[in-house]
């Protein structure tokens, strides 16, 4: 049974710093990896999508990396703005039974002003 | 552009109600499926669909029905109300095999007194 951990659940960083959120997942045969963005009481705001034979993508200030083998992609935000504060959810999708997305638990994200 | 739409955003059952939460896409998806998300344990596959008249029961499906009568429309069953139903109710969808982007509602916020 495919299982996503992010690690750590929350962070706290000061505005402009660059970071990085982890994702790690114990079944490599994925499809794809997506990158979600919760703010609170909200839904999720789809970020980025890195197909299963890329290492990364990027949108803007954020990029998303890939190591299938390892089990492990991170998302890098650059520059962090208090805009950034919320909860970032990594999802897998496997190779078969590709309609089924695993979740992790996601890390709360605050960045001070 | 409308995407994925959840109705309602808040709902108060008593126990042993039955209710029909609405999940309406407009992107002709062929996927859509029903997540739950609960404190500390992510989000949770209830039921799915790969298309018009074909539906599957996900990680979490006791307690709920789904029918997929259309392409457009998924809409989720609560039979009898339980407290342990109450949680926060996400609908995705997206394309078919190809595994692309799911996108998500704003979420139905549920809670059963």
């Known amino acids: 049974k495919q299982e996503v951990t992010q690690i750590p659940a929350a962070l706290s960083v000061p505005e402009g710093e660059n970071l990085v959120l982890n994702c790690s997942f114990t079944d490599s045969a994925i499809y794809n990896l997506q990158w979600f963005r919760q703010d609170p009481g909200k839904g999720l705001t789809s970020l980025l999508l890195?197909?299963?034979?890329?290492r990364e993508q990027t949108s803007g200030r954020l990029n998303a990396s890939l190591d299938k083998s390892s089990g492990r992609s991170t998302l890098y935000i650059a520059a962090s703005q208090p805009g950034d504060s919320a909860t970032y959810l990594c999802?897998?999708?496997?190779?078969?039974?590709?309609?089924?997305?695993?979740f992790g638990t996601g890390t709360r994200l605050t960045i001070i002003p | 552009n409308a995407g994925v739409t959840q109705t309602p955003k808040f709902q108060v059952l008593k126990t042993g109600q039955s209710m029909t939460l609405q999940c309406a896409q407009d992107m002709n998806h062929e996927y859509m499926s029903w997540y739950r998300q609960d404190p500390g344990m992510g989000l949770r596959l209830i039921h799915y669909?790969?298309?018009?008249?074909?539906?599957d029961q996900g990680e979490v499906p006791n307690g709920y029905n789904v029918s997929r009568s259309t392409t457009e429309d998924f809409p989720l069953r609560l039979l009898s109300a339980a407290p342990s139903q109450t949680s926060v109710y996400f609908c995705a969808s997206s394309y078919g095999r190809v595994g692309t982007e799911a996108f998500f509602g704003q979420g139905t916020r549920l809670t059963v007194v």
């Open positions: 999802a897998v999708r496997p190779n078969f039974g590709n309609e089924k997305l695993t």
């Open positions: 890195i197909q299963s034979s890329q």
């Open positions: 669909s790969v298309g018009a008249g074909i539906t």
